[in-house]
């Protein structure tokens, strides 16, 4: 009787205790604006500079379509949505809209990092160096910044309600209101707001004894721009993160040379400097999620899905193309699984499974092997208030591919556009060009026009329209 009870009591006490926490990581997230697709410098030393910086996680601006060559040369996941290359597995929730990528830190646990780029003009330095007053300047911050970031922070509250650690990195094209006494910068202040902490103030509070400048590097002088003395100098390339999450050291990478630089190259192959910050962070449990590795696949490529189901397990995928009547039902064997789907003809796709009455969806393309983007205006001559219809299809469907207007006498001049308008990563659609500009407050103006779909930010065409006159 006696060994009952003591066993009882013994039973009792151990389930009492909590289950033990899973232990933090350490993990060294970048940002790194590699300057026009990383190769009017040195390709190779944005590798290099990754790689002796030893980070993780990498946040990329200004890829140009090139990311995938650069996680290849690591041997790296990527993301062409977000920007992000990393050693660990990327999923790309179809939930984030492209605003933030989860990281499989650990199998079944992640942390998400979303990557921007804020516009770059007017840039508030620049103002007040040219004698702008300060509210004028501020004005300028709520007008052109912070609507573009709210976008981001919009996003981010999913993974934050989730319980998942949050990075986020950027060229946020804006200094920091801890760096300064007499602005209070909107776009930091906003990202404090929501609860996301600075990595370089955590690690050094004292900005006028630490002022980690990122803005401008001296790189090596290059066709079309070079940054110099008449420029100021910033710290405007961050890093932040949420609760879970804490800085124990923040560094630059940059040029030779410098004594506030950790890591160098030579030579440096961006005009701006690169921060590497190492966190320990403990990762949550993954979502429920049904994502593909990517949204643009040739023909001759497998789609891969990977999924996570928490609630119940579905019986089966269903693919579907939205231009024609196929469908396929792909059976489901575990929660959480990685499936290379059958060999698909190219089209439009949606992959979609139902668990708790919530339908889980992602849709991709499939282009023709070879296929060559197209653009096209749907007339020759658009009468005053009538729709510009612009068609595209076959794009590589990168983060920032764009639509830019030229006027036909300029057309030779791919950085002489009038217009520009981005096409939300999508490689085919359909835009009407008046109305999109308008929103913007950039009106089409009558003209003779050629319109070409641009790739991923930069000054490459990828197709070009017939002359079209708007009147």
Request: aromatic residues 8%; charged residues 25%; contains cysteine.
């Amino acid at each position: 009787m006696k060994k009952y009870v003591l066993l009882t009591l013994l039973l009792a006490a151990c389930s009492s205790i909590a289950p033990v926490a899973e232990a933090p990581i350490d993990l060294r997230i970048m940002t790194f604006n590699i300057e026009w697709g990383g190769k009017h410098v040195s390709f190779d030393n944005v590798i290099e500079a990754i790689r002796i910086a030893r980070a993780d996680v990498v946040g990329v601006q200004e890829a140009e379509g090139n990311l995938e060559e650069l996680a290849s040369s690591l041997g790296w996941h990527f993301d062409e949505r977000n920007y992000v290359i990393s050693r660990f597995p990327l999923i790309d929730p179809p939930e984030a809209n492209g605003r933030y990528a989860l990281v499989e830190v650990r199998p079944g646990q992640v942390v998400a990092i979303a990557n921007l780029h804020l516009p770059d003009a007017p840039y508030g330095p620049d103002l007040l160096r040219d004698s702008k007053n300060v509210d004028a300047v501020i004005a300028n911050e709520n007008r052109v910044r912070v609507p573009a970031l709210s976008g981001w922070l919009d996003r981010l509250r999913t993974p934050i309600a989730q319980g998942i650690p949050v990075f986020v990195t950027g060229d946020f094209n804006s200094p920091s209101h801890q760096d300064s006494e007499k602005i209070k910068w909107p776009v930091t202040v906003a990202m404090e707001k929501a609860g996301l902490v600075d990595a370089w103030r955590q690690v050094y509070p004292n900005a006028a004894a630490v002022p980690g400048l990122t803005w401008w590097a001296a790189r090596p002088e290059i066709e079309h721009y070079a940054p110099g003395e008449n420029d100021p100098e910033d710290r405007i390339d961050m890093i932040w993160s949420s609760d879970g999450a804490i800085s124990r050291e923040a560094e630059l990478v940059g040029e030779v040379g410098r004594s506030d630089i950790a890591y160098s190259v030579d030579p440096w192959p961006s005009d701006h400097r690169a921060v590497i910050a190492e966190f320990s962070v403990t990762p949550a449990p993954a979502p429920d999620y049904l994502s593909t590795d990517r949204r643009v696949y040739s023909e001759s490529q497998r789609v891969t899905v990977r999924f996570n189901f928490t609630t119940e397990q579905p019986g089966y995928l269903r693919v579907s193309n939205s231009g024609s009547p196929f469908s396929s039902r792909i059976p489901i064997p575990s929660t959480s699984d990685t499936l290379a789907l059958p060999v698909l003809e190219p089209g439009a796709y949606e992959v979609s499974a139902t668990t708790a009455g919530r339908v889980h969806s992602r849709h991709f393309w499939v282009l023709q092997d070879g296929a060559v983007p197209h653009i096209e205006a749907t007339k020759a001559v658009f009468e005053a208030g009538e729709p510009v219809t612009i068609r595209w299809r076959d794009g590589p469907g990168f983060r920032n591919d764009y639509i830019a207007v030229y006027a036909q006498a300029n057309a030779n001049d791919l950085r002489d556009m009038s217009h520009y308008v981005y096409v939300d990563a999508l490689p085919e659609g359909e835009m009407d060009l008046r109305k999109a500009l308008a929103v913007s407050g950039d009106p089409l103006l009558p003209g003779r026009y050629v319109v070409r779909l641009m790739k991923d930010d930069g000054y490459e065409a990828l197709a070009d329209s017939r002359s079209v006159r708007v009147r």
